[in-house]
């Protein structure tokens, strides 16, 4: 079994940033992806960024290069830096891990962009 546990949500102002931090426990397999989802009152969970074992990297269009996630291996961490935030940004931010057919989920952290 694997757990993820998320911190560094928050709320900050427009054009703000934060850093989400995202550390697995378990057994953590070089096939694995770990990546951020969200999800925003009434919409559905959308991916946000994702990494490879080998660090290669998928954000989404609505980043447009405002956010980075990274991976330290060693600590099987994942963080996700957040610069230039939009109030469009509020949302909750899961981290999942993906193996095969298997997805994992963190708690969630709470994300709120004031304008």
């Known amino acids: 079994q694997v757990q993820l546990v998320e911190s560094g949500g928050g709320l900050v102002q427009s054009g703000g940033s934060l850093r989400l931090s995202c550390a697995a426990s378990?057994?953590?397999?070089?096939?694995?992806?770990m990546g951020w989802y969200r999800q925003a009152p009434g919409k559905q969970r959308e991916l946000v960024a994702r990494?490879?074992?080998?660090?290669?990297?998928n954000y989404a269009d609505f980043v447009e290069g405002r956010f980075t996630i990274s991976r330290d291996g060693g600590k099987n961490t994942v963080y996700l830096q957040m610069n230039s935030l939009k109030p469009e940004d509020t949302a909750v931010y899961y981290c999942?891990?993906?193996?095969?057919?298997?997805?994992?989920w963190g708690q969630g952290t709470q994300v709120t962009v004031s304008s």
């Open positions: 999942n891990l993906h193996r095969g057919a298997l997805d994992f």
């Open positions: 378990g057994i953590i397999f070089s096939i694995d992806i």
């Open positions: 990494i490879s074992r080998s660090s290669i990297t």
